[in-house]
């Protein structure tokens, strides 16, 4: 299991907990793996949960591609959305070792959206790494029941700079800037929200 992001924006307007866990069971050439991305606010109720179930299998030593299911469930004071659908995608370490993570997911009401998760480990010592990470959406239809606009919905970049105690237990500081765009950014201005934000975290990343 590898708890990528587990972290606290103690100066945030709602000061959530974030977090993105993957766990995996099975060999080499075939797994399981189970996967939770989302947040939850500290002061109110409001949360946001991205959670699959997927069946992998490797297309080279470097690569995994993966077939499942997707659920995503929202909840807000007064209001509360969820979808589910079928979802396809790619795992794996491109050239120059950076680790990128892009799926199809098509819902069952068939909207289609495409998610990317790239990442890359600059080792400053043996122990003090600097992770830059980007995550990005893009959307062929509007979701306002998820704030999701169409075209390029969202984009996240993260520095955040880790200090390996153990391999498996490593506290960081990080800098997260959050960016809606489009019917996006509308749909969170409707809301009452910022469409874009600067989040300063503090979590750990575990590994076992």
Do not use: C
């Amino acid at each position: 299991m590898l708890t990528e992001v587990l972290e606290y924006d103690a100066a945030g307007a709602a000061r959530p907990l974030l977090f993105d866990v993957l766990a995996w069971t099975g060999g080499a050439s075939r797994r399981l793996w189970f996967k939770a991305d989302g947040s939850a606010a500290t002061s109110g109720r409001a949360t946001h949960g991205e959670y699959q179930v997927l069946y992998g299998r490797m297309l080279t030593p470097w690569w995994d591609v993966q077939l499942g299911a997707r659920a995503d469930v929202r909840t807000a004071p007064g209001a509360s959305a969820s979808r589910a659908g079928a979802l396809v995608g790619l795992q794996g370490l491109a050239p120059g070792w950076f680790e990128l993570e892009p799926s199809l997911f098509v819902t069952t009401d068939g909207n289609l959206s495409f998610d990317l998760t790239a990442s890359y480990d600059l080792f400053l010592t043996q122990r003090l790494v600097l992770q830059p990470r980007l995550e990005s959406t893009l959307s062929l239809k509007d979701d306002d029941a998820f704030g999701v606009g169409r075209g390029l919905s969202s984009t996240s970049f993260g520095l955040r700079t880790r200090f390996e105690i153990r391999r498996e237990f490593a506290p960081y500081l990080g800098v997260v800037w959050e960016r809606g765009y489009g019917r996006s950014a509308e749909l969170a201005r409707l809301a009452g929200e910022s469409a874009s934000e600067t989040l300063i975290v503090a979590g750990l990343r575990l590994w076992r």
